[in-house]
């Protein structure tokens, strides 16, 4: 069964730093573009980072660039959003996902089908 599982939220003062973990089992992320995304209620979900398997390459939306940080791990196949400065604005759900290199890693990266049930992200004081 293949699945993708978050984990690594919570709740963190404004200026904290927190780090995601989404780890699969079922697929070797070695084949794929593993994105995160969050949602904050009432709004759109938008897209965070994006990390390529193919060229280790990698995409951040533009309010997070120079505090998030996205890597993988090959060994633990598992993939991570560090995230540095937080504001509390980002609170949100965050979720992973992950799509075939056909799908590019940039803005339009909207994974289909794997997505992982999502880990709250609280910033708050």
């Known amino acids: 069964q293949v699945q993708l599982v978050e984990s690594g939220g919570g709740l963190v003062q404004p200026g904290g730093s927190l780090r995601l973990s989404c780890a699969a089992s079922?697929?070797?992320?070695?084949?794929?573009?593993i994105g995160w995304f969050r949602q904050a209620p009432g709004k759109e979900r938008e897209g965070v980072s994006c990390?390529?398997?193919?060229?280790?390459?990698?995409w951040y939306t533009d309010s997070v660039k120079g505090r998030f940080t996205i890597s993988r791990d090959k060994a633990k196949n598992t993939v991570y959003l560090q995230m540095n400065s937080l504001k509390p604005e980002e609170s949100a759900v965050y979720y992973c996902?992950?799509?075939?290199?056909?799908?590019?890693?940039?803005?339009?990266?909207?994974?289909?089908?794997?997505w992982g049930q999502g880990t709250q992200v609280t910033v708050s004081s």
């Open positions: 996902a992950a799509a075939p290199f056909s799908m590019r890693c940039n803005s339009d990266f909207r994974p289909r089908n794997l």
């Open positions: 990390f390529s398997s193919f060229d280790d390459t990698t």
């Open positions: 079922g697929i070797k992320f070695d084949y794929y573009n």
